[in-house]
């Protein structure tokens, strides 16, 4: 498995609700942040707790983009839930343990939508 | 120069508003898009534009994070203005043309802070 395959595999996992996939994809000591409301989580247990008592709710994930290099990763998904999609951004750090590759650190982003301020009409199309 | 050194080239241009030095980096055609204020910008001279005229003010760039694939790249940066941290994620496709790697592609996100929802009070820490 290389980098981009293991987080392939984790948002695979994610989706399918397989804990254990997702699980088996984590570091012992992984280390989960989210910026933006400053939460963090230590270690696989509690994240695996977080992960699933954290997102209640019946959504959907999309991977949409992979970046992947030797030794960290950076996807893009699209969650999706009673119609409304919303996109996160997860940067991964990846440790080689043998001939495994494990998620040692997780950094992730869900930006909201906004209103361009005024003084960029004119510079941008809206799509 | 390597897919890493393209888009820290980019960032380095940027914080020292080298407008030349930053042009160089990108293909004619290439197309910026912001998802969340579903912004998008066609060709060289029209982001040149955008960059120099969307975003005023006496800001500063740090680059945090470079996640580099063959043909991709993704950033962190923290963008700091009047003592106020911002940050931004940003994916880039890279394309190849001759010696040259020139970016094609750059799809941003300017993630602003949120509270965490009150059922995952307890599954993570705060920082």
Known sequence: MDTADVVTAYWDAVGRRDWAAHGAQLDDQVVYEAPQSRERVRGRAA???FCTEGFPGDWDVMLVKVVA???AAATEIRSTEDGRSQPAVTFFDIKTLGY???INRITEY???PYEPPAGRAGLAERY
Do not use: C, Q
């Open 100 to 102: 495994s590759k494990l």
């Open 47 to 49: 994240y695996l707790r």
């Open 69 to 71: 290099g030797p030794y």
């Open 110 to 112: 869900w930006p909201d």
